[in-house]
């Protein structure tokens, strides 16, 4: 993967990543420093039919987590096509999302505790790739389980 080239996305500085782009990162505001209090932005991105699938990783995240008395995270980046929140310190991993239209939220508190040491943000990579699925849904499931396993392998 060539960095250098790839289009580059602030979270809160652009609502939709443009048609046709099928490649690039995903960062919080100011990456890799310090992100900011109060933010509430999102981000969608569009795939152009049914036959792509979005890959996303998850590369760093540091933000702050919940607090001493709470269970709900102060800062978070939220992925809706799978209904999962990411707070705290995460390391690197693979996070798919199957839709065609695919909503990233990162939300933060109006203060960051002075326990986190630096908060760096959120950096994510994605890439859009065709499948092809067959008609039969039984063989639907294991040619896409195959066709990952070869694109991950690569």
Same mark, same amino acid.
């Not at 420093?33 to 998850?58: A, D, I, Q, T």
């Not at 760093?60 to 702050?64: C, D, H, K, P, R």
């Not at 809706?80 to 310190?89: A, P």
């Not at 849904?137 to 690569?154: A, C, D, E, G, T």
């Given at each position: 993967?060539?960095? $250098?080239?790839?289009?580059?996305?602030?979270?809160?500085?652009?609502?939709?990543?443009p048609?046709?782009v099928?490649?690039?990162?995903?960062? &919080?505001? *100011?990456?890799p !420093?310090?992100?900011? $209090?109060?933010?509430?932005?999102?981000?969608?991105? $569009?795939? /152009? $039919?049914?036959?792509?699938?979005?890959?996303?990783?998850?590369i760093?995240?540091?933000?702050?987590s919940?607090?001493?008395?709470s269970?709900? /995270?102060k *800062?978070?980046?939220?992925?809706?096509?799978?209904? !999962? &929140?990411?707070?705290?310190?995460?390391k /690197?991993? #693979?996070?798919?999302?199957?839709?065609?239209?695919?909503?990233?939220?990162?939300?933060?508190?109006?203060?960051?505790?002075?326990?986190?040491?630096? /908060?760096?943000?959120?950096?994510?990579?994605?890439?859009?790739? #065709?499948?092809?699925?067959?008609?039969n #849904?039984?063989? !639907?499931?294991?040619?896409?389980?195959?066709?990952?396993?070869?694109?991950?392998? &690569?």
């Open positions: 993967m060539n960095n $250098n080239n790839i289009e580059r996305f602030d979270i809160c500085q652009v609502s939709k990543i048609d046709g099928m490649e690039g990162f995903i960062h &919080s505001p *100011d990456y !420093k310090y992100y900011g $209090n109060s933010r509430n932005c999102y981000l969608n991105l $569009n795939l /152009p $039919n049914e036959n792509f699938r979005l890959f996303v990783y998850l760093s995240m540091n933000v702050e919940k607090g001493w008395f269970r709900v /995270p *800062d978070y980046l939220y992925i809706e096509n799978i209904e !999962k &929140s990411f707070f705290g310190e995460y /690197p991993q #693979i996070v798919l999302a199957e839709n065609r239209l695919t909503k990233f939220r990162f939300i933060t508190d109006f203060v960051t505790s002075t326990s986190l040491n630096d /908060p760096k943000g959120v950096l994510l990579y994605f890439k859009s790739k #065709i499948i092809s699925f067959e008609f #849904i039984r063989r !639907k499931k294991i040619v896409f389980f195959f066709k990952l396993l070869n694109y991950l392998k &690569s």
